[in-house]
Structure formats: structure tokens, C-alpha cells
């Protein structure tokens, strides 16, 4: 991942302004038919090409919510193979985390719940959290999201596992002495961002004045970080907003933009995402040094490639994204939507109940 400075002119003067923006070094945008890295991109585009500039970026834009980016047979092909679904290689799963301590970590929108337009109303079904209740009395479980914790609580509503919020800056949980973990028992807390709460708080009210006068523009305060939803603005105010974003973050050097389902994420510059959450929760229930813990993550967005990345480097466990068309990821298994990633935990909890001494 590296911080990288996406220059766009401003939509009236046309003076470039640079855009701070976290992304993974493989990001391909796209331009013509084809995808190149941001660098070659800009050199293609060369210093005048200001509408072509917009247009990457309205491109960057449309491809944060990937089911509207269409794709050809033989991508969706070569993609299957690559990245099998979990249910179809569940036995597979099974048996490399065989005599092994499975840790569970679980994103919240677009995993849990469905993608919807009112970021308000994006509920849990009551099937769902029964199976994620009953994943979690077998396995230390953890919700990982860019929400507030409180937030994501409130929908998930389950006292037995780990809440990370804000992206992994805001962690606690399960409550002391909870029956149901076995192991790391206490209750932990880490908000590496505390500092930045003042400057979040400053942000979020300039944010919302800046861009009231667009419609279907909404500023989300998830505590350590901040998302400006543009789901629901019409396609030809989003250059605008991008640049309203812009003006007020060009003024806090502590804080960069990443990009989510038609979601801008506001963040503090520290280096600490989902990843970092994923290792401090290992470290937290005592699997640090050891190679007998299975984890497994499984999540939709751009901000849970640092949790795959991060299972990837330590060579433990899988990660599974939720999608139902071809992404850059360094997940290796799929599940396409909610209802998969409901009946993947389903068969999670009847495997560790077959009373075989094989577990
Ligand atoms: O890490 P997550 O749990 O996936 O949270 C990421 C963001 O999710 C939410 O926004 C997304 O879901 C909304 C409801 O379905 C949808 O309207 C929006 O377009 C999506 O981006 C949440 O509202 C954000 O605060 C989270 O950062």
C-alpha cells in the first residue's frame, strides 16, 4: 500500500490540486479499453489532459462499487479458477485447518448485510446473526468495519465476539469472562487514533457544510474515521464532490483519503488498518507465535484486502472476498454475497460439531 498523490484540476479553475489517496502499489485504472498503474496513467495522459484527468477519476469512482464494472467470460473464467468459491472447496478448507485453532474475522456491510442505499437501514437478518452467534460460541469471532463500533454493534448485537470499528482503529470486546471464548477472555481495548478525535470532529462539521448543496450526498461519523456516501448522487455531481472532499481535506496534512463502495474514507495518516486489527486480535487471544491457528477473514471492500494481505504474509489461514465478479485481491476463495457467506458459516459450525476426534 502506498500514499500516493492523485493530481485532478479543480472543476472551476482547472489548477491541479493533489488528492491524497491510499492505495494498493497493483491498482489498475482504467482508460481506453485497457487498465494501467496510476503513474503510467498519468504519463499517458500527459499535463494538459484535464478532461481525461476527470475522467479517470469518474472511472476510479464507478469501479468502487464493482457489480456495476462489467466483465468478459473468459476474465470471469480465468477468475473461478483462481479464486474457487469456499463452499465448493470446503473440504478442501477443512482440511487444511484440520487440528487447527480457527479465528474468525467477519467485515460488516456487504459481508453481514447487503449493500443499500441508506447506510442507516444496511440490517442484519436474524438468520445471519444466529449463524455468526453460533460461529462465534465455537471460534473466536471478530466483526472488522469501517464503521463506528457502536454503530455496527447496534446492528450486530452480539455480546460473544471482537468489535473492531473504525477500520480496526477502535477495538474491544468480548465482555470480561464471556463463557463462549475459550481463550483471551478479557476484555481488550486499542484505539490507536485517540489523538485524532479533536481534528475528525473539525472535519466531519466542515464536510457536512461543504457539501450540503449536493443531493444524495451523506457525511457519516464513524468515530476515528469519516465517509462521505455518494451512492446516492447523481453521476454528474461527483467530480464536484470529489473536489468539496478535497478542499476540506487539503488542509490536514494527518489525514488521506481511500476509496470504498461508492464511499469516500476519510482516515488518519497512521498506519493502522484492517490488517493491523487482524494481527493485534491474533496477538490479543494468544496465537502471535503460533503456527496451529487457522484464520479466516472474509469481507467485500478495498479495506479488507489489508486483512487478506496480512493472512497472506503470515502464511495462516485464507481469506475469502465477498464478490461476484473479478477484483484485484489477495483473497484466494470467493463467496458472492451475504447469503453465501451465511451458508459458509453454517457449514463452519456443523463441521466443528461432528463428533469426530479428527478436530
Ligand atoms: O468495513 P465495512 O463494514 O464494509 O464498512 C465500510 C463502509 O460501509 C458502509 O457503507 C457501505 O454500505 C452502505 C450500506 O449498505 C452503502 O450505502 C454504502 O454505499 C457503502 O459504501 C458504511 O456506511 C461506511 O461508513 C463504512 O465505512
Known amino acids: 500500500m502506498t500514499n500516493q498523490k492523485m493530481v485532478i484540476p479543480d472543476a ?18 482504467p482508460l481506453n479499453g485497457n487498465r494501467f498503474p496510476l503513474k503510467k496513467l498519468l504519463k499517458k495522459l500527459g499535463p494538459n489532459a484535464n478532461g481525461a484527468r476527470i475522467n479517470a477519476l469518474l472511472d476510479s469512482m464507478r469501479a468502487s ?15 473461478n479458477f483462481h479464486h474457487p468459491s469456499a463452499l465448493m472447496m470446503f473440504e478442501e478448507i477443512e482440511a487444511a485447518a484440520m487440528g487447527k485453532q480457527i479465528v474468525v474475522f ?6 453481514l448485510s447487503p449493500i443499500v442505499e441508506d447506510p442507516d437501514r444496511a440490517f442484519i437478518t436474524s438468520e445471519m446473526r444466529e449463524a455468526v452467534r453460533d460461529v462465534a460460541k465455537l471460534f473466536p469471532s471478530a466483526i472488522v468495519s469501517g464503521r463506528c463500533r457502536a454503530k455496527v454493534y447496534d446492528f450486530v448485537q452480539l455480546s460473544e465476539l471482537y468489535y473492531a470499528g473504525s477500520h480496526g482503529m477502535d477495538i474491544k470486546g468480548p465482555s470480561k469472562g464471556h463463557k463462549s471464548q475459550k481463550r483471551g477472555n478479557q476484555t481488550v481495548l486499542c484505539q490507536p487514533a485517540r489523538a485524532f478525535l479533536p481534528i475528525i470532529d473539525e472535519v466531519y462539521k466542515a464536510l457536512i457544510e461543504q457539501v450540503k448543496h449536493i443531493p444524495g450526498a451523506k457525511v457519516e461519523n464513524n468515530k476515528f474515521c469519516l465517509s462521505v456516501h455518494y451512492r446516492c448522487v447523481e453521476e454528474k455531481k461527483w467530480v464536484e464532490l470529489a473536489d468539496q472532499v478535497k478542499l476540506v481535506i487539503k488542509d490536514y496534512s494527518q489525514l488521506r483519503v481511500t476509496h470504498g463502495r461508492k464511499v469516500f474514507e476519510i482516515r488518519p495518516t497512521i498506519k493502522w488498518d484492517k490488517g493491523n486489527a487482524v494481527e493485534f486480535l491474533l496477538e490479543s487471544l494468544g496465537f502471535d507465535e503460533s503456527s496451529d491457528v487457522f484464520p479466516i477473514y472474509i469481507g467485500d471492500d478495498r479495506t479488507d484486502e489489508d486483512g487478506f494481505r496480512v493472512l497472506r504474509e503470515r502464511d495462516q489461514g485464507l481469506g475469502i472476498l465477498v464478490s461476484k465478479g473479478p477484483k484485484e485481491t489477495n483473497a484466494s476463495y470467493t463467496l458472492q454475497e451475504p447469503m453465501e457467506v451465511m451458508q459458509f458459516l453454517r457449514r463452519l459450525v456443523e ?9
Open 351 to 359: 463441521w466443528k460439531k461432528v463428533p469426530l476426534f479428527r478436530h
Open 12 to 29: 472551476k479553475s482547472g489548477i491541479p490540486i493533489a488528492f491524497p489517496v491510499a492505495m494498493p502499489d497493483s491498482a489498475l485504472f
Open 65 to 79: 462499487s464493482p457489480t456495476r464494472r462489467p466483465s468478459d467470460p473468459e476474465d470471469h473464467a480465468s477468475w
Open 106 to 111: 467477519l467485515d460488516y456491510d456487504g459481508t
